[in-house]
């Protein structure tokens, strides 16, 4: 059974004057329909984040914190960009950004993009895939190729070594659930053997839009404490406009849009407001009310001989 890191979870946690993590939904759009992800039932618009508007995120984050870390992850697939995901990276990259991630699936990698990727910077790469076997996975994620992604990876995995490129970390990574629990040490076997880090976590809730029975469980044992998400991190969606964090995937409840306020403002605004709020052990608000991913901020990373949680 993997349990909640929250030890780990507490040690991240402190006022920091610009956000640590920076998410960044580089396009709204997803290739799949993932049962433990609330995309298949999203509401709001979709499109793709201009260039003009990831370029402001960058510069600010150069300036502000260039030793943050920016993530291309919250709803869409950013391999959906094709060869566009590459400029993006290597935009950050120019300016400093300490640490690029890019979240995948891995079903859109194929041609000369995986080249390209472990060529362009990239700092880590976070493959999910959630499963050991084509049965569970074709359960897990809905239209996607378990053999597919598979090639995929492993085929990145050489071009890495080919290229002696130390620099780029390939993450494997497994959000535990029910369908899946059974796999967890063959798939951690399996990605070790091949040379990748694998990344094991319990599945989010996502505001309780999902049901997550692990974390439904711990929270009844736990005393509440102040969420890694709030306090660490900043969500933009593909359209500029920020989310409270990535559990508000609808941007419901957005402190402001890049169109009318800089990252620094609404980190020193609305956020700080909310954030106050959680280190005084107020939660009495949406979407944090009913929410339990504060349990589940921190991962287990898997190394040879060698385990990590962050």
């Given at each position: 059974m993997i349990k909640p890191n929250l030890e780990g979870v507490k040690k991240t946690l402190e006022e920091y004057r610009f956000p640590v993590d920076i998410i960044v939904e580089v396009t709204g759009y997803c290739n799949l329909r993932c049962i433990m992800c609330p995309y298949p039932n999203l509401k709001r618009a979709?499109?793709?984040?201009?260039?003009?508007?990831?370029?402001?995120?960058?510069?600010?984050?150069?300036?502000?914190?260039?030793?943050a870390r920016i993530w291309l992850?919250?709803?869409?697939?950013?391999?959906?960009?094709?060869?566009?995901?590459?400029e993006l990276i290597r935009y950050a990259k120019e300016k400093d950004i300490k640490e690029i991630c890019l979240n995948t699936n891995a079903n859109l990698m194929i041609g000369n993009l995986a080249g390209?990727?472990?060529?362009?910077?990239?700092?880590?790469?976070l493959i999910s895939i959630d499963a050991a076997s084509k049965a569970v996975y074709d359960k897990i994620r809905v239209g996607g190729d378990f053999e597919c992604v598979r090639s995929n990876v492993e085929r990145l995995l050489d071009i890495k070594e080919k290229?002696?490129?130390?620099?780029?970390?390939?993450?494997?990574?497994?959000?535990?659930?029910?369908?899946?629990?059974?796999?967890?040490?063959?798939?951690?076997?399996?990605w070790l053997e091949r040379g990748a880090i694998v990344k094991i976590r319990p599945k989010l809730g996502w505001g309780n839009a999902i049901?997550?029975?692990?974390?439904?469980?711990v929270a009844k044992k736990t005393e509440r404490f102040p969420c890694a998400w709030l306090t660490r991190t900043v969500s933009i969606h593909w359209d500029g406009s920020f989310?409270?964090?990535?559990?508000d995937y609808e941007g419901s409840h957005s402190?402001?849009?890049?169109?009318?306020?800089?990252?620094k403002e609404v980190w020193d605004g609305a956020l700080a407001e909310r954030r106050k709020r959680h280190w005084k052990g107020d939660y009495d608000f949406e979407p944090c009310k009913s929410c339990k991913d504060w349990l589940a901020g921190r991962s287990y990373f898997f190394y040879p001989e060698k385990v990590e949680s962050r």
């Open positions: 979709k499109g793709n984040m201009d260039f003009s508007t990831f370029q402001k995120i960058v510069d600010e984050t150069a300036k502000e914190n260039p030793q992850a919250i709803m869409g697939e950013p391999l959906m960009l094709g060869e566009q995901i590459v390209k990727l472990v060529e362009s910077g990239l700092d880590k790469i290229n002696n490129n130390e620099h780029l970390d390939v993450i494997t990574q497994f959000i535990v659930m029910d369908e899946n629990e059974h796999e967890v040490e063959t798939f951690k076997t399996h049901q997550s029975s692990l974390l439904d469980n989310s409270q964090c990535d559990a402190p402001g849009n890049l169109n009318a306020n800089t990252i």
